[in-house]
């Protein structure tokens, strides 16, 4: 496992068994099937790895205070007969609001711990806890009962709440995840934040019964406006706020924002207590937007505060594609499928606390004369944990007893072909 794990850090390009095996110099291996099968074959559980990782996260970066965890869903790209959880989806990055692309692929669900780390001043979304959501046509055709995303992001949540007792835990999810089932499961040990729609349904409090009230008691009070009618309401009074790193203002945007409490109902589940948080836009650039969230004693600003950090999921999947090479494995058994992916995601996390103890604040980001780069990123990250693995056994500075220190030779030329094979 440990070569595996070296392998596909040092790789340049393909995620593969035999790549990570050539990285390592065991080109020559004899007993290269046993790599493949750690894989493939080999009795060991994902989940307690990913709960011991989660354990590693939260003691190094979130020792007290709440854990604010994101989710969302990426599809990774792999075609083949084989490839049994395979499906058909909408891609998000090809797609726009009038292009519809489909793509065939895995659906994975992602929960990412949202915290700043020591070397940037930005927020990282670190995976923890990856699933693979197989398709409606793989159930059907295994007899099984199909799961929608938000039962994999309900069993999901329950999971992490269980492995982290005592601790206060927000999650903080897109529309997709705006459903009251999994508000209901949830709001018990943990925190829902995500958008609302404009038109939902919102309700005041049922009114007080009397002794002469009759009937069953009353889940909801009268109806509320809907939230879109508020923006025209020239009786809404509304509160400027400044937001850091919204939508790439890194100096602040200046927002106005109004919130209330209500009742959040849909017909055949109960009524869900929400603070509903409506923005606008003073320049009109963006379009009004809802977020609420299940614990009705936070803060309207930071509810948009802890909405905003789920961004920096788009960029951790974005990062992993380019660095640690998702969507080049080439395995097609299930249990190899199952595995790959969430170690390489996990990996992010694990250089992402690698490079805790590498670089400092003072660290100079790698940048060139038109590219300056303000603040330090995952390429600098990762650069500087492949270079501990190539050359940290070597001193960088005069030794003391003046004795030269090579770089070994299979080393050198292992550096070589990397950069010559590189793709």
């Not at 938000?150 to 997709?176: H, K």
Request: aromatic share 8%; with cysteine.
């Amino acid at each position: 496992m440990l070569v595996l794990v070296m392998g596909a850090l040092l790789a340049p390009g393909k995620r593969t068994v035999s790549s990570c095996l050539r990285m390592t110099g065991r080109a020559e291996a004899a007993n290269f099937a046993s790599y493949h099968q750690i894989l493939s074959r080999a009795r060991w559980s994902p989940r307690a790895v990913a709960r011991r990782l989660l354990g590693i996260v939260v003691d190094r970066l979130v020792p007290d205070g709440p854990i604010v965890i994101g989710m969302d869903d990426t599809i990774e790209r792999r075609w083949g007969r084989r490839i049994a959880a395979r499906g058909i989806y909408r891609d998000p990055v090809r797609s726009s609001h009038g292009h519809f692309v489909k793509a065939s692929g895995l659906r994975w669900l992602s929960f990412m711990v949202l915290t700043p780390v020591p070397w940037t001043s930005l927020i990282k979304a670190l995976p923890v806890l990856t699933l693979l959501a197989p398709s409606e046509r793989s159930d059907l055709q295994r007899g099984r009962r199909h799961k929608l995303l938000t039962d994999w992001a309900r069993q999901g949540a329950l999971q992490l709440c269980r492995w982290l007792p005592g601790r206060r835990i927000i999650f903080v999810g897109d529309s997709s995840f705006a459903v009251h089932e999994l508000a209901h499961a949830i709001t018990r040990r943990a925190t829902l934040i995500s958008r609302l729609r404009l038109d939902a349904s919102l309700f005041a409090p049922s009114a007080q019964r009397t002794s002469r009230t009759m009937g069953r008691p009353a889940q909801k009070g009268p109806a509320l406006p809907k939230l879109k009618t508020l923006l025209s309401n020239p009786a809404t009074i509304w509160t400027r706020i400044i937001v850091s790193a919204w939508y790439g203002h890194v100096e602040g945007k200046e927002l106005e924002i109004t919130s209330d409490t209500a009742l959040w109902y849909r017909p055949g589940t109960p009524v869900m207590p929400v603070r509903w948080v409506l923005v606008r836009d003073p320049d009109g650039k963006r379009a009004p937007q809802a977020f609420f969230s299940t614990d009705v004693t936070l803060q309207p600003a930071d509810i948009i505060a802890l909405f905003v950090r789920r961004w920096q999921i788009e960029v951790t999947f974005a990062e992993t594609r380019a660095h640690l090479g998702v969507e080049t494995q080439r395995q097609w058994s299930d249990k190899a499928i199952a595995r790959t992916t969430p170690i390489l995601l996990g990996l992010y996390s694990l250089v992402s606390l690698w490079a805790g103890d590498l670089l400092a604040s003072t660290t100079i980001p790698y940048s060139a004369a038109w590219y300056r780069k303000t603040s330090l990123t995952f390429s600098d990250a990762i650069t500087a944990v492949r270079l501990q693995l190539w050359v940290g056994d070597i001193n960088r500075h005069s030794p003391s007893n003046r004795e030269p220190q090579n770089i070994p030779t299979p080393r050198v030329i292992r550096m070589v072909e990397a950069l010559c094979f590189a793709t």
